[in-house]
Structures are given as structure tokens and as C-alpha cells.
């Protein structure tokens, strides 16, 4: 069973991410407050996660049974390598199509 004081942390960084992303964009103070709440909260969520379920790979594995879900961390991470993968297949993708333009633009200037 989740701890209480697990709970409402994970509603106080719920909040401030949530706040974080409804800021307009105008409102620059708010936002650095809440992305720095964001930061604060999420160590503070990670730190609990860890006391209550432990440390390293059995951590992860008791966290994942008794809540089926991942320790933020370690969903942080995941999202983050996710993000680096498109980038990479983008970065790669945008080459080969300008290798095969230019493979072809050479080829059609050769029979011409």
C-alpha cells in the first residue's frame, strides 16, 4: 500500500507540473516558480520512492509490482532517451532523403 505522505507528494508535483504547463507564456515569474516547484518536487518524490521501496533494480521491481507504474526517475529517464531517439531517426531520416536527392539529381545530370 502507498504510503500517505508518498501520495500527497506525488498531488503536490501533479500541481505544479500542471501549473507549470497553464502559465501563459507572458507570466515569466510564475512560470520560473513553478518549473523550479517542478524540480524540487519531482527529487523529493524520488527521494520518498526510494525510502518506502528501496533502492536500484529491486526498487524499481517492488515499486512497479505494488503500483504498476515506474519510479519517476526512472520514467524521467525514459521519456528523455525517447526524446533523443526521434531526434536521432529525424537526424538520420533528413539525411538519407538529401543522399537520395543528390544520388539522383547526379544521376539524371549524368544521362542528360
Known amino acids: ?3 500517505q ?3 500527497e507528494m506525488r498531488e503536490s508535483l501533479a500541481y505544479w507540473e ?3 504547463q497553464r502559465l501563459p507564456r507572458r507570466s515569466i515569474r510564475r512560470r520560473r516558480e513553478a518549473r523550479d516547484m517542478v524540480v524540487r518536487w519531482r527529487a523529493r518524490v524520488a527521494e520518498a520512492e526510494r525510502q518506502v521501496y528501496g533502492r536500484g ?3 524499481a ?3 512497479l509490482v505494488s503500483e504498476r507504474r515506474m ?3 526512472t520514467q524521467r529517464a525514459g521519456r ?3 526524446r533523443r531517439a526521434a531526434q536521432v531517426t529525424a537526424v ?3 539525411v538519407m532523403v538529401t543522399l537520395v536527392v543528390a544520388g539522383l539529381a547526379a544521376l539524371i545530370d549524368a544521362v542528360v
Do not use: N, W
Open 80 to 82: 528523455q532517451a525517447l
Open 71 to 73: 519510479p519517476l526517475a
Open 1 to 3: 500500500m502507498i504510503s
Open 5 to 7: 505522505e508518498l501520495a
Open 92 to 94: 538520420v531520416s533528413l
Open 18 to 20: 500542471d501549473r507549470a
Open 61 to 63: 521491481i517492488l515499486l
Open 57 to 59: 533494480v529491486l526498487g
